[in-house]
């Protein structure tokens, strides 16, 4: 028995009924891939995910304040480990799959745009074809990743990635459906406890955001600090989600988180979307879009060749959304010669 297998014959012994068996994956697309001695599929998935230059390119995208702004404010890269930190916790005390649960979370942003989601919300409106950045993340990883080739990773990964967005009135519903595991539930609902936590930090911090705003019946049920916050929504999940086939929290929690949630879109999101710099940022991504539109030979100077699939449009939007902050502001100035705007 190589280490894969005892780690397999382990997860049959301890994990939940309702966890996710690495030996039961559905498996992938590409069936000609050797099973590794010592990693289960998922392991080996984290990895694959991990190693990947789009993983890395997170450190240079924006979270909501853009990454250039200062080192203090979350990147993507920060925000995905805090997603998988929170997941980690939750999928462990409930006994499901820790190993599925960390694939989900490094994956769900590698298809995130640079400047957040105000360069999201531009592609959306350039692309013909429209975007998102969940169906993006996963069309890194079925082929944009490794030029073309994708990474090939398991069916439960992939379906973790494509659902873990929410929409605005209910962090817990998603338009696609639940995901097919709980790893992939808690990973959707981490993502909401995280980035709900991290960006009041960062919008305090930020100054576009006081203390005394935050509504108090709210901070009465969840807490007044950013760790007793976390902790209080991560308890309440395990605590109603012990011994059952569903991811919960109680109707006080929920209730709360919701409306929190629904008070950032208002005082935060949409305001920062506004600023100065997201209509500087809207300006750069707009004129790179229509510049390699109408100039595809630039483009096919800087893509790799695997990407191609005569769709000019798709290859632009593609090779965007690829980019990092600083990257897309040194192609803006390489182009036109001239100072990045910010």
């Known amino acids: 028995m190589n280490i894969r297998e005892q780690i397999q014959d382990f997860e049959k012994q301890y994990l939940s009924p309702y966890a996710q068996q690495s030996s039961a994956t559905r498996g992938r697309r590409r069936k000609d891939e050797k099973e590794c001695d010592h990693r289960t599929p998922y392991q080996k998935d984290r990895d694959k995910i991990l190693h990947s230059v789009y993983f890395r390119k997170l450190k240079g995208k924006t979270q909501v304040f853009l990454s250039t702004t200062g080192e203090q404010f979350r990147t993507r890269l920060t925000h995905t ?16 799959n820790e190993d599925l649960a ?33 169906a993006q993340s996963v069309r890194v990883v079925t082929f944009l990743a490794r030029e073309g080739k994708g990474l090939n990773l398991t069916y439960e990964v992939i379906d973790g990635i494509a659902k873990h967005s929410k929409v605005i009135e209910n962090f817990m519903y998603n338009t696609g459906g639940d995901p097919v595991t709980l790893e992939g539930m808690v990973v959707r609902i981490s993502d909401t406890i995280a980035y709900i936590n991290h960006d009041i930090d960062d919008a305090l911090k930020q100054r576009v955001l006081k203390q005394s705003e935050i509504p108090a019946d709210i901070m009465d049920i969840l807490g007044y600090e950013h760790g007793d916050r976390i902790s209080k929504m991560v308890m309440d999940v395990v605590n109603n989600s012990m011994g059952k086939n569903e991811i919960l929290m109680s109707d006080e929690v929920f209730q709360a988180t919701n409306e ?43 893509v790799p060749a695997g990407w191609d699939d005569g769709n000019i449009e798709r290859l632009v939007c593609d090779y965007l959304a690829s980019m990092s902050d600083v990257e897309l502001l040194k192609d803006y100035s390489d182009l036109f010669l001239i100072k990045p705007l910010f």
């Open 260 to 302: 929190l949630r629904k008070f950032m879109f208002k005082k935060v999101y949409k305001n920062v979307a506004l600023d100065d710099v997201s209509g500087r940022a809207e300006k750069i991504m707009s004129d790179l879009y229509e510049f390699y539109k109408t100039h595809p030979d630039k483009l096919y100077e800087k």
């Open 102 to 134: 960390e694939a989900i979370s490094y994956g769900h942003d590698l298809g995130h745009t640079p400047f957040g989601h105000t360069g999201e919300k531009m592609l959306n409106q350039l692309y013909s074809g429209g975007f998102k950045h969940a």
């Open 81 to 96: 480990l805090e997603v998988s930190q929170i997941a980690r916790a939750i999928a462990r005390a409930l006994k499901l």
